[in-house]
């Protein structure tokens, strides 16, 4: 009877321990990110890249959205004259100021939504916006030339079948709206 007992407790003793660590797991468990519900890391054929190049489809998502963006602001020119230097680079068939902006751009979507392979190299978003610290930036922003942003990212988005109906989209449009302050400096 008292081995019996004992092999009881031993057995409760075992399996108290295995619940707790089963609990640990789950709430150890990754929370996923915003990035996440917008691809996440799962490597996908990049369709600008050369045969064979992979990209994050999170990354990807982002990247498409945010040069489909500034097409759409290059058109709009409720704020395309914040963007003289990048637009006469183009006239003139020189895209290495668009593929640097592009790149920061989506280093810095990719980052903010929770990304991790990725570090953005920019500048701050003060630095990046006020004309005495970027030559590129031709004139201050106001609010609304803010409001016209994000217009045009919602134009982007829906060039890549992203509405506003996708909780994700509406969840980087919020992420933007915070960083107005620093963006908005007249
Ligand atoms: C939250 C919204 C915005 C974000 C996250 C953002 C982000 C950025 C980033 C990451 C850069 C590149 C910085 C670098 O290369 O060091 C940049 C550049 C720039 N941004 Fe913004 N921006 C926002 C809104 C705006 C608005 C509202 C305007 C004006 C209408 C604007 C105009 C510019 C211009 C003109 C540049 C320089 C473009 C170039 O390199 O030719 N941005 N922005």
């Not at 992979?54 to 963007?83: C, P, Q, Y």
């Not at 895209?95 to 500048?123: E, P, Q, R």
């Amino acid at each position: 009877m008292k081995k019996l007992s004992i092999i009881l407790a031993a057995t409760f003793f075992a399996v108290s321990l295995l619940s707790l660590n089963a609990c640990k797991k789950t709430s150890d468990a990754v929370k996923p990110t915003l990035y996440d519900s917008l691809g996440g890391t799962t490597l996908v054929a990049d369709p600008t890249g050369s045969a064979g190049t992979t990209i994050e489809k999170g990354r990807l998502l982002i990247r498409s959205i945010i040069d489909s963006t500034i097409f759409v602001i290059a058109g709009d020119t409720a704020i395309n004259g914040h963007f003289t230097v990048l637009l006469s680079e183009v006239g003139k068939n020189n895209y290495s100021g668009f593929m640097a902006l592009s790149k920061n751009l989506t280093d810095f979507v990719a980052v903010a939504t929770g990304a991790k392979n990725f570090t953005y190299g920019g500048k701050s978003m003060v630095a990046a916006h006020d004309p005495a610290q970027n030559a590129r930036m031709n004139m201050k922003a106001d609010n609304s030339d803010f409001n016209a942003f994000e217009n045009d990212l919602v134009k982007g988005a829906a060039k890549n079948g992203v509405t506003t109906s996708n909780p994700a989209l509406v969840s980087v449009a919020n992420l933007v709206e915070s960083l107005r302050s620093k963006v908005v400096q007249q």
